[in-house]
C-alpha cells in the first residue's frame, strides 16, 4: 500500500521568501507523484506532475519539485513567494497496484504568506 | 470551457436522510472520481468510473454509500441514512484516461446535524 506524508501543516512564510513544502511517500513500486493547490472556496488544481525522465520538475506559478528516490521525498520549492499563493497544497502519489494509477494524497501543507 | 461542474454547492441535512450529490464531468473525459475531504485530512477516494469497466468502489466507507454515472457523463453520489461523520466536502474530478490529469469540480459542501 502507498502512503504521503506532509510534515508540516502549516508554514508561515513573508512575502519574496523562498518556501520548501516538504513531502515524502512510501511504496513498494514505481510511483507518479504529484503536487495539487486548493485556493479558498475552489477546488484543487495540478500545479505539477512527475511521471518519469527528469527528477527536476517545473510547474505552474513558479513552482518546482525534485524527486528523490533514495530519500522516497517529492518537495515542492519557490524561490519568491507572494501573497496570491497562500493556499492549501497537497502532494499525492500512486502507483499501478491499483491498476487504475488513483492516486493517494497526503493531508495537506497550508501555505500562508504575509506581507 | 467548461470545467467540472458540482451541485449543489452546500447542502445541510437531518442525520438518518438521504442525499444526491451530483457531478458533470468535462465533456469527452472517460475517468471520474469521487473523494472526501474532511476538516485537516486529506482527500480520501471513495469510487472510480473508467469508461465502461466496471467502477472501483474500494474506497466507498460503507454500504450506505454508492454511486453510479449514466451514460459515462453525469455521476451521483447518493449518501443514505445520513450520520454525522459523513459531514465533509465532496470532491469529483475527471480526466482524459487514467495516467492523465485530474481536473477538479469545487466540491459539495455537505453538513449533516
Known amino acids: 500500500a502507498q502512503s504521503v506524508t506532509q510534515l508540516d501543516s502549516q508554514v508561515p512564510v513573508f512575502e519574496e521568501a523562498p518556501v520548501e513544502l516538504r513531502c515524502n511517500y512510501s511504496s513498494s513500486v514505481s510511483v507518479y507523484l504529484f503536487w495539487y493547490v486548493q485556493y479558498p472556496n475552489q477546488g484543487l488544481q495540478l500545479l505539477l506532475k512527475y511521471l518519469s525522465g527528469s527528477t527536476l520538475v517545473k510547474g505552474i506559478n513558479g513552482f518546482e519539485a525534485e524527486f528523490n528516490k533514495s530519500q522516497t521525498s517529492f518537495h515542492l520549492r519557490k524561490p519568491s513567494v507572494h501573497i496570491s499563493d497562500t493556499a492549501e497544497y497537497f502532494c499525492?502519489?500512486?502507483?499501478?497496484?491499483?491498476?487504475?494509477?488513483?492516486?493517494?494524497f497526503g493531508r495537506g501543507t497550508s501555505l500562508i504568506v504575509h506581507p | 470551457g467548461a470545467g467540472v461542474s458540482q451541485s449543489p454547492s452546500n447542502k445541510v441535512t437531518e442525520k438518518g436522510k438521504d442525499v444526491e450529490l451530483r457531478c458533470d464531468p468535462i465533456s469527452g473525459h472517460t475517468a471520474l472520481y469521487w473523494y472526501r475531504q474532511s476538516l485537516g485530512q486529506g482527500l480520501e477516494f471513495l469510487i472510480y468510473f473508467q469508461g465502461n469497466s466496471a467502477p472501483d468502489k474500494s474506497g466507498l466507507p460503507s454500504d450506505r454509500f454508492s454511486a453510479e454515472r449514466t451514460g459515462g457523463s453525469v455521476s451521483t453520489l447518493t449518501i443514505q441514512r445520513t450520520q454525522q461523520e459523513d459531514s465533509a466536502v465532496y470532491l469529483c474530478a475527471s480526466s482524459l484516461g487514467e495516467r492523465e490529469t485530474q481536473y477538479f469540480g469545487p466540491g459539495t459542501r455537505l453538513l449533516v446535524l
Open positions: 499525492a502519489v500512486s502507483d499501478q497496484v491499483r491498476g487504475s494509477y488513483i492516486p493517494t
